[in-house]
């Protein structure tokens, strides 16, 4: 394996054996289910310090360990996929603007103008999550970045977000979606990490000024070589299921702190408490031993001790997939938000996430306050069987913030956010856990004794991992992966949930 440089820094580490860059290959090809027919423009008339400086400068200090936080990276890797995109258009053919965009590299087909009409989707380069991590100062909603700076030097230089032509425009704000700037987290289309807080399919309208608009979530970037496209796409079917497996669960922990009992992740500390009083003498699940660890350092933020100190951080994040890929189970217990990089992670390795499962009634939707309490049910107390077909199953909380498997995982089984055929059943492999932490080892142990059940959920897991993954290299724009897997569901929703004729 060897690194890829960019910007002169290492950062993305791929296993495609003649790349250079996170560009596409000289000749990329359209996965299935993307028309030809498809256009796209990206806008260029951004000051390059809302674009490429920031791009530039994140590069660097990932490359330099000045920023270990990992969980930002997508909008990295999506922006430079667009740019390499087969579909995009450099020209519009728009006498009322007179846009000309730089070509950039553009070969001779990429100069003809495209009419207005004909442009699908209008995408907007600013990478949100880089600018917010990178700014000093952090502070919730990205409030540490003036409100001017964006409107004037981002939103006022959008010469076609106007009339009918705001809905075809696409932000990059691939962040939890609650740490998005007020500014950008309610408008237009934009992609995010999740939750999604409204939806255009649904005609749930929340805007203060009465617009719509609407969230469609993306996996969070894997940047191990090992998870590639072209690895994956590789893989028989049938690995997924006759793969040894040395354990029968792995799951990381960092050290617990005050923050654990004030958000949803006081479930990790209950059940850290299970195993301390109840698996004393408990050495093997299911007849295989299980890995039970804590890394990081005292004291420190989830973010210090997921991505470990900074001389030690790739290889400690190889050596967790390293054995999430020899383990059966992981538990993804809540974390600060829905969805988690763990849960993604988990699934490349292919291991079985195991998830617990709440009962909410409420609409995801709703609900723009991440700020969440103590659940007022007993610890271990039964929450439930949701409905996943009514919007009631969550795997993140039974209060009011309890966002469903719909509002928080990308393209799920009855979102709308894809032809049903093409939505991922999550369900068919994810492993729900009823009733609280101490039920996770009983659950563990009867499916242990069920060699087939586990064949089957690691077979559905197999089906779908590919499009958990970002292809960069030689590996961009040739499978079916999560950025086409984007587009499909960008596409889907721009024609209001209709297939794309082209």
């Given at each position: 394996?060897?690194?890829?440089?960019?910007?002169?820094?290492?950062?993305?580490?791929?296993e495609?054996?003649?790349?250079?860059?996170?560009l596409?290959?000289?000749?990329p090809?359209?996965p299935?289910h993307?028309?030809?027919?498809?256009?796209?423009?990206?806008y260029?008339?951004l000051?390059?310090?809302?674009?490429?400086?920031?791009?530039?400068?994140?590069?660097?200090a990932?490359?330099?360990?000045?920023?270990?936080?990992?969980?930002?990276?997508?909008?990295l890797?999506?922006?430079?996929?667009?740019?390499?995109?087969?579909s995009?258009?450099f020209?519009?053919?728009?006498?009322?603007?007179?846009?000309?965009?730089?070509?950039?590299?553009a070969?001779?087909?990429?100069?003809?103008?495209?009419?207005?009409?004909?442009i699908?989707?209008?995408?907007?380069?600013?990478?949100?999550?880089s600018?917010?991590?990178?700014s000093?100062?952090?502070?919730?909603?990205?409030?540490?970045?003036?409100?001017?700076?964006?409107?004037?030097q981002?939103?006022?230089k959008?010469?076609?977000?106007?009339?009918?032509?705001?809905?075809?425009?696409?932000?990059?704000?691939?962040m939890?979606v609650?740490?998005a700037?007020?500014?950008?987290?309610?408008?237009?289309?934009?992609?995010?990490?999740?939750?999604?807080?409204?939806?255009?399919?649904?005609?749930?309208?929340?805007h203060?000024?009465?617009?719509?608009?609407?969230?469609?979530?993306?996996?969070?970037?894997?940047d191990?070589?090992g998870y590639?496209?072209?690895?994956?796409?590789?893989?028989?079917?049938?690995?997924?299921?006759?793969?040894?497996?040395?354990?029968?669960?792995a799951?990381?922990?960092?050290?617990?702190?005050?923050?654990?009992?004030?958000?949803?992740?006081?479930?990790?500390?209950?059940?850290?408490?299970?195993?301390?009083?109840?698996?004393?003498?408990?050495?093997?699940?299911?007849g295989?031993?299980?890995?039970?660890?804590?890394?990081g350092?005292?004291?420190?933020?989830?973010?210090?001790?997921e991505?470990?100190?900074?001389?030690?951080?790739?290889?400690?994040?190889?050596?967790?997939?390293?054995?999430?890929?020899q383990?059966?189970?992981?538990?993804?217990?809540?974390?600060?938000?829905p969805?988690?990089k763990?849960f993604?992670?988990?699934?490349?390795?292919?291991?079985?996430?195991?998830?617990?499962?709440f009962?909410?009634?409420?609409?995801?939707a709703?609900?723009?306050?991440?700020?969440?309490?103590?659940?007022?049910s007993?610890?271990?107390?039964?929450?439930?069987?949701?409905?996943?077909?009514?919007?009631?199953?969550?795997?993140?909380?039974a209060?009011?913030n309890?966002y469903?498997?719909?509002?928080?995982y990308?393209w799920?089984?009855?979102?709308?956010?894809?032809?049903p055929?093409r939505?991922?059943?999550?369900?068919?492999?994810?492993?729900?856990?009823?009733?609280?932490?101490?039920?996770?080892?009983?659950?563990?142990?009867a499916?242990?004794e069920?060699q087939?059940?586990?064949?089957?959920?690691?077979?559905?897991?197999g089906?779908v991992?590919?499009?958990?993954?970002?292809?960069?290299?030689?590996?961009?724009?040739v499978?079916?992966?999560?950025?086409s897997?984007?587009?499909?569901?960008?596409?889907?929703?721009?024609?209001?949930?209709?297939?794309?004729?082209?």
């Amino acid at each position: 394996n060897r690194n890829i440089v960019i910007s002169d820094k290492k950062i993305y580490r791929h296993e495609t054996p003649s790349s250079a860059n996170l560009l596409s290959s000289s000749s990329p090809s359209l996965p299935p289910h993307i028309p030809k027919a498809f256009k796209f423009y990206i806008y260029e008339n951004l000051p390059s310090k809302m674009t490429e400086d920031i791009e530039r400068q994140i590069l660097e200090a990932y490359s330099s360990n000045a920023i270990t936080y990992q969980n930002f990276k997508a909008d990295l890797v999506i922006l430079r996929l667009f740019r390499s995109h087969p579909s995009r258009v450099f020209h519009i053919n728009d006498d009322a603007n007179q846009n000309r965009s730089r070509t950039r590299g553009a070969n001779a087909a990429d100069n003809a103008a495209i009419n207005l009409e004909n442009i699908d989707l209008f995408v907007v380069p600013y990478p949100h999550a880089s600018h917010c991590l990178l700014s000093p100062n952090w502070k919730n909603e990205c409030m540490h970045v003036d409100d001017s700076l964006i409107q004037s030097q981002v939103l006022d230089k959008l010469n076609y977000y106007k009339g009918d032509l705001k809905r075809r425009h696409l932000f990059i704000n691939t962040m939890e979606v609650f740490l998005a700037h007020p500014l950008l987290r309610t408008i237009g289309r934009s992609l995010t990490l999740g939750p999604r807080l409204s939806s255009i399919h649904s005609n749930v309208n929340h805007h203060d000024n009465d617009e719509l608009f609407e969230h469609l979530i993306v996996p969070y970037f894997n940047d191990e070589p090992g998870y590639q496209p072209s690895i994956i796409h590789s893989r028989p079917l049938s690995l997924w299921y006759t793969h040894p497996r040395k354990y029968s669960f792995a799951y990381f922990y960092g050290s617990t702190n005050r923050r654990m009992t004030r958000n949803y992740r006081i479930h990790r500390q209950y059940f850290l408490e299970e195993v301390a009083m109840n698996w004393k003498k408990v050495d093997l699940i299911g007849g295989k031993p299980f890995i039970l660890e804590k890394i990081g350092h005292d004291g420190g933020s989830e973010s210090d001790i997921e991505s470990g100190q900074h001389g030690e951080q790739t290889q400690k994040r190889y050596n967790q997939m390293k054995t999430y890929s020899q383990s059966v189970f992981c538990p993804t217990l809540p974390g600060d938000s829905p969805p988690q990089k763990r849960f993604f992670d988990v699934i490349l390795a292919g291991c079985i996430p195991v998830v617990l499962v709440f009962n909410t009634n409420t609409k995801a939707a709703n609900h723009l306050n991440s700020d969440g309490g103590r659940n007022d049910s007993e610890r271990y107390g039964d929450f439930g069987k949701g409905d996943s077909k009514h919007n009631h199953t969550s795997w993140f909380s039974a209060d009011s913030n309890g966002y469903t498997v719909q509002d928080s995982y990308p393209w799920a089984k009855h979102s709308s956010t894809l032809p049903p055929d093409r939505e991922i059943d999550y369900e068919s492999f994810v492993v729900q856990i009823y009733g609280g932490v101490k039920n996770i080892k009983p659950t563990l142990e009867a499916l242990m004794e069920n060699q087939t059940e586990i064949q089957r959920r690691q077979l559905e897991l197999g089906k779908v991992a590919k499009y958990f993954t970002y292809g960069a290299g030689e590996d961009a724009h040739v499978y079916e992966d999560a950025f086409s897997m984007m587009l499909e569901s960008v596409i889907y929703s721009l024609n209001s949930g209709k297939d794309y004729s082209g």
